[in-house]
């Protein structure tokens, strides 16, 4: 079971930057071959997909963060990244990173449904 732990939420002011992490677990034999996203999610809303990569380093984008977020991994060090940019208020979450096994070949997957393994959360607050 793949275990995942985000780091480097906090409070910012508006126009910030913010550069998360997730480290996956040690029992990963092959990190390469996951999908890997990032997620946010406030009280009493769903979760929504921020941003995901495949195995091939391909990338996916909600239309809410495009130009501003960057996904990125590293498949020998077994980490996410999402460095986060000019954030604004409703960019306020908590960002969770998730993983899946995909085949060679798949795309990014950036739909909470397409995911089975999670982290806790990190939380990011922007005030204006």
């Known amino acids: 079971q793949v275990q995942l732990v985000e780091s480097g939420g906090g409070s910012v002011q508006a126009g910030g930057s913010l550069r998360l992490s997730c480290a996956a677990s040690?029992?990963?034999?092959?990190?390469?071959?996951?999908?890997m996203g990032w997620f946010r999610q406030n009280p009493g809303k769903e979760r929504e997909g921020v941003a995901a990569i495949d195995r091939g380093g391909r990338t996916s984008y909600a239309d809410s963060v495009k130009g501003r977020f960057t996904i990125s991994k590293d498949d020998a060090k077994k980490m996410l990244y999402l460095q986060m940019i000019n954030l604004n208020p409703e960019d306020t979450a908590m960002y969770y990173c998730?993983?899946?096994?995909?085949?060679?070949?798949?795309?990014?997957?950036?739909?909470?449904?397409?995911?089975?393994?999670w982290g806790q959360g990190t939380q990011v607050t922007v005030s204006s």
């Open positions: 040690r029992n990963i034999m092959i990190y390469s071959g996951y999908c």
């Open positions: 998730a993983a899946e096994y995909c085949d060679r070949g798949s795309s990014p997957k950036i739909f909470e449904y397409e995911y089975n393994t």
